[in-house]
């Protein structure tokens, strides 16, 4: 495997020592990560006025959630693969339940306040306070709860990217009991019967698309059955391919797999982008040279990029509704998810500095104390 770029500026890079200390990321793959979470954020205003996805300038934005996956499969088998076993399964659970879960709380926070505090909304009373309460709880929990019909019954109405997370948590939970002592041959069958179920996920749904709500709920195990178990197989494999495209070259080859259009055989192009695009992606992404021109955007981009996935969502059922009842012209719209869109970056680096990074490095320190490191 080549020599990799490496971000020692990420908020985790020397946070902890001992067993609890996290391996530095990758800067490329960091910046790729913000460019999805964008693309996500822009899909989901624009899904509002284009339910149709066929007729949304960035129809395909929600493949942004397998490119995760896939990215996610990646880095776990890079930070953990080598000491999983020195430092045991629980405590591998506990410092992912420490990177992720404050957010899924603050998610379900600012999901609340937006659902109560919304002035455009026409639901405030068709939920009484009990009934809110428990959709609340399983929020913070992390209990999916599919019972808001008027919000399509995703399984987290106060948060609905958080269903990601939800088999996220999974794949975690099997990597740390299965995966990482899994033999190459049984991870690469592993990987093959995944893609051959996407495949017939693809084939039943016409798309990709599944996986948030009630109704759609095993579509989500079918994509990161198949996306984790190749970004895992492609660090195994060590397909890291050395290329001179740098984070500019890969951001745009990456958001052309979210604004290519739609086509007649729809269904086996999302597959195949997931199948073979993304991986190769990641492994050029974990190949690419940085010039340092770039460098400080790809680390801005990776930090703020899980805070802006999952926080920017409250902002999205509002603007949904104002879209709703008032029916903005094209200019109106422009200026809106333009200036929302940087509002919400904005966000998500005051959330980062002034919550999630002071929360973990709190709970990690706490740990540390358990543990005597």
Not at 134 to 143: E, G, N, W
């Amino acid at each position: 495997m080549n020599k990799l770029q490496l971000n020692p500026g990420h908020p985790e890079a020397n946070a902890n020592l001992g067993i609890l200390q996290t391996k530095q990321h990758f800067i490329v793959l960091d910046g790729l990560r913000g460019i999805a979470a964008l693309a996500v954020v822009i899909f989901h205003f624009m899904e509002w006025v284009y339910p149709d996805s066929s007729r949304n300038f960035i129809g395909h934005g929600f493949l942004a959630v397998d490119f995760f996956f896939c990215l996610s499969g990646f880095v776990i088998g890079y930070a953990y693969d080598d000491r999983i076993g020195k430092i045991g399964v629980m405590e591998f659970l506990k410092s992912r339940l420490i990177r992720l879960h404050p957010l899924v709380i603050l998610g379900s926070v600012l999901g609340l306040l937006a659902f109560l505090l919304d002035p455009y909304a026409v639901y405030k009373g068709v939920y009484g306070t009990g009934k809110l309460i428990l959709i609340f709880l399983c929020s913070v929990l992390h209990i999916p709860f599919p019972v808001m019909e008027d919000r399509a019954f995703n399984l987290y109405g106060l948060n609905a990217p958080s269903w990601s997370l939800f088999w996220e948590y999974l794949a975690n939970i099997v990597y740390g009991l299965i995966l990482y002592k899994l033999s190459s041959r049984y991870l690469t069958i592993l990987t093959l019967l995944a893609g051959a179920i996407l495949c017939l996920v693809g084939y039943r749904a016409g798309n990709l698309l599944g996986g948030w709500s009630g109704g759609t709920f095993w579509d989500g195990g079918a994509r990161i059955a198949y996306s984790f178990s190749a970004g895992l197989f492609i660090y195994r494999s060590k397909w890291v391919i050395k290329n001179k495209l740098g984070f500019i070259g890969l951001a745009f080859l990456l958001l052309l797999a979210f604004v290519m259009p739609h086509f007649k055989w729809n269904w086996v192009v999302e597959v195949l982008v997931v199948l073979f695009y993304f991986p190769l992606l990641v492994a050029l992404g974990a190949g690419a040279s940085l010039s340092t021109r770039v460098e400080k955007i790809c680390v801005f981009s990776g930090n703020i990029s899980y805070p802006l996935y999952m926080t920017h969502y409250a902002a999205i059922w509002v603007f949904g509704n104002y879209y709703t009842s008032h029916k903005p012209g094209t200019t109106e719209l422009f200026v809106i998810v333009s200036i929302g869109t940087v509002l919400l970056v904005g966000v998500a680096y005051l959330v980062m500095v002034g919550y999630d990074i002071p929360v973990r490095r709190y709970l990690n320190s706490k740990r540390q104390q358990r543990t005597g490191q």
